[in-house]
Structure formats: structure tokens, C-alpha cells
């Protein structure tokens, strides 16, 4: 199937533990994302990257950081958890010229 | 902060009936998008408009933008009980952003 998936679906950890979600698309996207969706449904980018630019939303704390072997794969390493990290991280990717973007299914992280 | 903001926050409905949502935005924009979330799933992008096209048919969809008003509508027609889930819509300038959302309910 082509699409974008992420692993795990559901995450349970503890404060301060460090942490990274998968990501991975196989429809030939050139850049990818990360969003975030907290518990009232708000939706708020936090990186964007293709293979020559990393544009980071400045609001996002520098405990996360986007890892991108390939082209294909964009994983979202967290360190030092915190109880208001907690929500539910979707991936995307788009292509340039069609601005629709593709989002995966998404990884609820909850810290406790 | 959201980029933009739906009205209503919440609609329910009977099916049959149209649900029209309302999108107000803030900055001047390349396209506008609508995407859909049902419940604990991903996005799925519905349709995209333009900033130079006022409206666009897609199915049961039709979508409209003002520019001037800096606002967007979507109108879904003859709605089933499948259209039951969240509808955002998201304004494209360098970077893909969400308005707040619509939740929509269609009672069988």
C-alpha cells in the first residue's frame, strides 16, 4: 500500500525518558513533516524537511529533533519527556507542485 | 496560534441534510485546503482551492474562498452518517496551517 506510516501507534513512557516515533512514506514525497495535535484537536506544525532544508517551528522546544535518514523516512526523537508532551504526533509528506498533504495514521504519546 | 478559525465549533445534523462550514483566516494565502479526521485516525485532504478560483466541486463537496473577506466555506450535500468526523481547513503560505476545526455529526 502506498503511504505514510508511523510506529508505534500508541507510546506509554515515563517523564524523562527519551523517546522516537518512525516515520516512513513510500509515494516518492520530497519533503515531510511533523504535527502536533493536542487534546482540544489543535493541529500545529513543528518541522518541515526536505532533502536541503530542516525549517523548524521556533515554539518547538529543542528536546525535539527530526532525524531523517533518507528521503523516505523522517523519525521525531524526543528527549527528556515531559508530562505536556502528551498528544497524538502525526507525520505528512507533500510533493512540490500538488500541495495536498499525505498524514499518516498517528502516535498517541502519553507521559506519565 | 491557528492561522484559522472555524465556525461552527460543532454541528449535528440528520442525514440528508447539508452541513455548510465556515473558515476565516488571517494573512494572504497560496491555496486553501479542507481535510478530514474521523475519530482517532489521520487527516485525509478533501479538496484544495486556489487563491485566484471562488469555488470548486468535488462530489458532494463544494468549496468556496473570498480573499477579500479572507474566508472559505465548505457545503457538504445530501450528508450520510459516514461524514461524521472533524473537518479542518488549512491555509497554505510556505507552510501547511490549521484552522480549529469543525466537529460534524450526522444522525442516521
Known amino acids: 500500500d502506498t503511504a505514510v506510516s508511523q510506529t508505534p501507534k500508541y507510546l506509554v513512557t515515563q517523564m524523562g525518558n527519551d523517546k522516537s516515533i518512525k516515520c516512513e512514506q513510500n509515494?516518492?514525497?520530497?519533503?515531510m513533516y511533523w504535527y502536533k495535535q493536542d487534546s482540544k484537536k489543535f493541529l500545529k506544525i513543528m518541522f518541515s524537511?526536505?532533502?536541503?532544508?530542516?525549517?523548524i517551528n521556533e515554539t518547538v522546544p529543542n528536546r525535539f529533533s527530526p532525524k531523517s535518514p533518507d528521503k523516505a523516512h523522517l523519525n521525531l526523537h524526543i528527549n527528556s519527556l515531559e508530562l505536556g508532551d502528551s498528544a497524538v504526533y502525526f507525520c505528512?509528506?507533500?510533493?512540490?507542485?500538488?500541495?495536498?498533504?499525505?498524514f499518516g495514521s498517528g502516535t498517541r504519546l502519553t507521559v506519565v | 496560534s491557528q492561522q484559522g478559525e472555524e465556525d461552527p465549533q460543532a454541528l449535528s445534523i440528520q442525514e440528508g441534510e447539508n452541513a455548510t462550514m465556515n473558515c476565516s483566516y488571517k494573512?494572504?494565502?497560496?491555496?486553501l485546503q479542507w481535510y478530514r479526521q474521523n475519530s482517532g485516525r489521520g487527516l485525509v485532504h478533501l479538496i484544495l482551492?486556489?487563491?485566484?478560483?471562488r469555488e470548486k466541486h468535488s462530489g458532494r463537496l463544494r468549496v468556496t474562498l473570498d480573499t477579500s473577506k479572507k474566508s472559505s466555506s465548505l457545503l457538504i450535500t445530501a450528508s450520510r452518517a459516514a461524514d461524521t468526523a472533524s473537518y479542518f481547513c488549512?491555509?497554505?503560505?510556505?507552510?501547511?496551517?490549521f484552522g480549529t476545526g469543525t466537529r460534524l455529526q450526522v444522525f442516521p
Open positions: 488549512a491555509t497554505m503560505v510556505e507552510e501547511l496551517i
Open positions: 509515494l516518492g514525497h520530497d519533503t
Open positions: 524537511y526536505n532533502n536541503k532544508e530542516l525549517i
Open positions: 494573512t494572504s494565502i497560496n491555496n
Open positions: 482551492i486556489r487563491s485566484n478560483e
Open positions: 505528512a509528506s507533500s510533493t512540490t507542485g500538488y500541495y495536498g498533504y499525505t
